[in-house]
């Protein structure tokens, strides 16, 4: 389900399957830049139990929870 920024740039690249998040996605600034990755599988965060996040001068940084 994408969705987009006023500007036509995306805010959010990701799919859903049975109304859950499903599979990566990805959100943007308004400047087309990504600002976080995520894996889903039924609609939770799947993999190594991280998010990427992207600083402001582009560098990938992780969170963990």
Known sequence: DNSYHPN???K???T???DAKEGEWVWYDSKGRPTKEAT???GQVFGPNFT???SDDGKKTK???
Do not use: R, V
């Open 8 to 10: 036509g740039e995306y």
């Open 12 to 14: 959010s690249l990701g």
């Open 16 to 18: 859903y399957k049975e």
């Open 40 to 42: 889903y599988k039924n």
């Open 52 to 54: 990427i996040k992207y």
């Open 63 to 65: 969170q963990y929870y």
